[in-house]
């Protein structure tokens, strides 16, 4: 992990997520205790406005099929989260909340604490029920939900309130309050004895917290221990007991555990030098709950820890109690375009051969510019990019063309009403899902999946090329804001919900938007998400958004320190972890971290697709040589020093990301790179920056 981020913040700002998905960003209190090396952050803003969009300037039109719902009134569809197959598709899926499983089962529901298992390519924390809770109901919806709790309302056959299941992201505890006066038929029996009840499943203690509290620990028990009667009002919560807990570490939690949180705030922060997140758990009367700490908030503020741990798919997580967990991530700057001042006549004349050449294939259709949102989104950064460069080489002759041609695509996608005059590149205003759609769609993102990764080209481009034009960003600006807007509100806004994809707890995104696995939501591009707030803090820059540009500063360093925590950076010497046989894990899930794709079983693709698109925010990869270097030796078909071996997928990228570990690794990368075979350039890149990326990179000197 990065070290503690030093250095002062700008002043913290702060998201509430109402329970309707529709809330407004507001201060919440600072953290009560700062572990050594934490960030000493302002006191949070009273408030943040909300975005101004107006999603009826689109055409309304479903685009996907309806799909079932299990929703209350009113609240907006929580795609890609942790929670999104409860109330979204088929049938409800196990959810993966950290560090527990939970799934709807029949009558109620279970619990589990995955049993983490290794293999050579997977870790796995499967869905395994341990504790479960039958309480007749028939059927259920999410009925609330906020920045990391979902409530989940049981019902009976009529249709009426049996009691709502509450989830919370982060918490050992899982709840349950009745709506009626009701017994609740368990599938362990639960014994009271030092002065807790409890039992043993899988060699682990599980202690219920009943009606009674910590007073009277068997209220409501039946003799037999496998029924608890609740009058209406009245809770239920159980806990799996940490590994290494003491007697005393226990007392602690069965205590945290009698409070019931009411609902989780998240504030953040961004300097120059980190980025900061706190949670806020509220409780009826302040006081502490039970949290788990992941490896990505190893350097914490304002928890007590010490309780135990738990062993996830994630790595080992500490026990805590707190009241707000806070915790900071380095900062990543946000980036546009390359650095070429260090470049020499003889680099600068080759880069120039290679734009006009490439410029020149933009301006024949050679380099395609497609028409679904992800494709189409990957050639506007592309050329955007390429744009950068004959401006930096003063190619004016270049330039101009590249830039009218760019000006005239995006004033195409950004037409609002162009979905009425045209059935390609323009965007529509799905009702159902309460989502921005482009009439092509790709990859599913009829369904919400993947919006972060399509519109963070979008992004990205209207931010490179609007940089210093006003008048076009202002052009841009109804549909540019609605894509923004549809990946990373801060506010629900037209029915879409808060942080659509971003789960604040995990610290990155997820990429599907029902969720319909057994294994939780995932993503696999990781560094695509990260370029998506890097494109979102470069259009705010555009267009003059500071508080934008400082959510999407937030979002880009918190998502960077996760992309390298789980994705690219394994740590293989945790015990949890123990025995998995590669560098990366390329497809992280909650309940499992593969290395695999989608789409490719290719070694180089585990690796290509996590480093990807190599844009200039991309050096967030670099820092760590051997790292690198070893990654690339498990992604490539043979040794680095052997041409023929990057003649695999992904290649290109793979020699960008090779630079990251130093000048003499950049510069025999572009040895390679000339002669690429030009199937390998990525149809989101070109040979002129692939050069541009490896040649500045060379020239740097060494750390």
């Known amino acids: 992990m990065p070290p503690p981020v030093a250095g002062a913040l700008a002043a913290v700002l702060a998201v509430v997520l109402a329970s309707s998905g529709c809330g407004v960003l507001r201060g919440t209190a600072p953290a009560e205790e700062d572990a050594p090396g934490a960030v000493d952050a302002p006191a949070p803003e009273e408030s943040l406005a909300a975005p101004d969009v107006d999603v009826s300037l689109l055409p309304r039109e479903q685009v996907a099929a309806t799909p079932t719902t299990r929703l209350a009134d009113g609240l907006a569809p929580p795609t890609n989260r942790w929670f999104s197959s409860l109330a979204l598709g088929d049938a409800p899926q196990p959810v993966f909340p950290v560090p527990l499983a939970v799934a709807l089962t029949g009558g109620g529901f279970a619990y589990g604490l995955p049993q983490v298992q290794v293999t050579e390519t997977s870790i796995l924390g499967p869905f395994d029920p341990q504790v479960g809770a039958d309480v007749g109901a028939a059927s259920a919806v999410v009925s609330e939900y906020d920045v990391a709790s979902v409530t989940v309302e049981l019902r009976d056959g009529a249709g009426a309130a049996l009691g709502h299941l509450r989830i919370v992201e982060g918490s050992p505890v899982l709840r349950y309050v009745a709506a009626t006066d009701q017994d609740v038929a368990m599938t362990s029996a639960f014994t009271v004895a030092d002065g807790r009840a409890s039992t043993e499943v899988l060699d682990r203690e599980h202690v219920l917290v009943g009606p009674g509290g910590i007073d009277d620990p068997g209220a409501g028990l039946s003799d037999d221990g496998r029924v608890l009667t609740l009058a209406a009002g009245e809770s239920v919560a159980w806990f799996p007991v940490p590994d290494g807990a003491s007697g005393a570490s226990v007392d602690t939690l069965v205590e945290a555990a009698s409070r019931p949180v009411a609902a989780v705030t998240a504030s953040y922060g961004a300097g120059d030098d980190g980025v900061s997140t706190a949670l806020t758990y509220a409780t009826a009367d ?151 759609v482009g009439k092509v769609p790709g990859f599913g993102s009829e369904e919400a999946n993947d919006h972060h990764f399509h519109y963070g080209y979008f992004l990205y481009a209207a931010g490179v090329v609007a940089a210093d034009d006003p008048a076009l960003a202002a052009d841009l600006a109804p549909v540019l804001d609605l894509l923004a807007a549809d990946v990373a509100s801060g506010t629900g806004v037209g029915g879409m919900p808060a942080l ?204």
């Open 286 to 436: 302040g006081g502490p709950t039970a949290v788990v700490r992941m490896p990505h908030q190893a350097d914490s503020t304002g928890a007590t820890c010490g309780l135990g741990s738990y062993a996830t798919v994630h790595g080992t997580v500490d026990v805590c109690t707190a009241s707000t967990l806070g915790w900071s991530s380095p900062a990543v700057e946000p980036a546009g375009g390359l650095d070429l001042s260090g470049l020499d006549d003889d680099a600068r004349a080759e880069l120039a051969d290679q734009v006009r050449a490439d410029a020149a294939a933009v301006g024949t259709g050679a380099l395609e510019a497609p028409s679904d949102t992800y494709f189409g989104g990957k050639a506007l950064a592309r050329d955007a990019n390429l744009l950068g460069l004959a401006e930096g080489l003063g190619l004016d002759g270049v330039a101009e063309p590249l830039r009218s041609g760019l000006e005239e695509r995006l004033r195409e996608w950004a037409e609002p009403d162009g979905c009425e005059h045209r059935a390609e590149r323009c965007f529509v205003h799905d009702p159902v899902l309460a989502t921005v």
């Open 500 to 703: 659509r994809v971003f789960d604040v707890y995990a610290g990155h995104s997820w990429a599907s938007g029902y969720a319909p696995f057994a294994d939780g939501n995932n993503q696999e591009s990781a560094s695509e998400a990260v370029s998506a707030w890097n494109g979102l803090a470069l259009w705010a820059q555009a267009t003059g958004d500071a508080e934008l540009e400082e959510q999407a500063r937030w979002m880009l360093g918190a998502e960077a320190a996760s992309a390298r925590a789980y994705w690219t950076d394994v740590d293989r010497d945790d015990p949890a972890v123990e025995g998995f046989g590669h560098q990366v894990t390329s497809l992280v899930w909650g309940g499992k971290r593969d290395w695999a794709t989608w789409f490719s079983a290719e070694p180089s693709a585990m690796l290509g697709i996590l480093v990807l698109p190599a844009q200039p925010v991309a050096t967030y990869l670099g820092g760590d040589p051997d790292r690198i270097r070893a990654n690339l030796d498990e992604a490539l078909s043979g040794p680095r020093d052997d041409p023929a071996s990057w003649d695999v997928m992904f290649g290109d990228q793979l020699l960008m990301y090779a630079a990251l570990a130093g000048p003499e690794d950049a510069a025999a990368a572009l040895g390679v790179a000339r002669d690429l075979p030009e199937e390998r350039i990525d149809d989101g890149n070109t040979r002129a920056y692939l050069l541009a990326w490896l040649l500045e990179h060379a020239s740097r000197p060494p750390r």
